[in-house]
Structure formats: C-alpha cells, structure tokens
C-alpha cells in the first residue's frame, strides 16, 4: 500500500475517533482508534520513510490529527513534534489535554508510541 494512502487512513481515523468521543461513542471511537494503530504500525515497516510521510500531518487543518501525528513522531522528529504538542497544548479541548499529557509522558520518560526496537 502506498505511504500516502496510509498516511491518509490515519488521518482520516484520528478523525472520526474525535468525532465519535465528542458524540459520546467510544466503542465506535475505538474502532478507530484500533486502526489509527494499525495504519502506523504499516508506516513503521516502511522504516523512516513511513515515518517521513507520517509528517506531513504535522501541518494537518485539523489540531487532532497534527496532535496524534506529532506524538507518534516524537522520537523520530523531536523538535518538529514537540513543536506542535507545544503550540497546541496552550490550547483548550481534547486536543490540548492529549497534547500536554503526551508532552508530560515524554518529559518524564513513560513516552513509548514508537520506541526503537
């Protein structure tokens, strides 16, 4: 499967885990959350490259999708990731707190989305 068909189920499923958590249905929000992980985990075995492509969503429209990407990203493009988290955790909403809780797990060293095998 091509990277950016890949990158695009990823965003495409941050999203509409977003929209069923705000609806209030985590079960379905689960489904996607279940193949956000998936779709990452197809970009890992392309290496840096599927991280590479991975950051393309890093300037995203929407901050849930910039948000969830720079954590994944955030060993592979520290600074570009952190970047983010930063400018989005200052926020308000989901977006905010998963941002200043994924910056709090990387500080204290529990970070652990893409570790080096």
């Known amino acids: 499967m091509a990277l950016e068909s890949l990158v695009a189920q ?6 509409a ?6 609806r209030g249905d985590s079960k379905t929000g689960n489904k996607h ?4 992980f998936a779709a990452f985990a197809k970009l890992r075995e392309q290496g840096d490259a599927g991280r ?3 950051a393309s969503l890093l300037a995203a429209p929407r901050m849930d999708v910039r948000v ?3 954590a994944f990203l955030l060993r592979h493009r520290t600074e570009e990731a952190k970047a ?9 909403g989901m ?3 998963g941002a200043q809780q994924t910056l709090k797990n990387w500080e204290n060293g529990t970070w652990a989305l893409d570790l080096l095998e």
């Open 68 to 70: 969830t990407a720079a």
């Open 52 to 54: 590479d492509a991975l």
């Open 33 to 36: 959350a279940d193949k956000v």
């Open 10 to 15: 990823f965003a495409q499923h941050i999203a």
């Open 84 to 92: 983010v988290l930063e400018a989005a955790a200052s926020g308000e």
């Open 17 to 22: 885990q977003t929209d069923c958590i705000l």
């Open 95 to 97: 977006a905010a707190l």
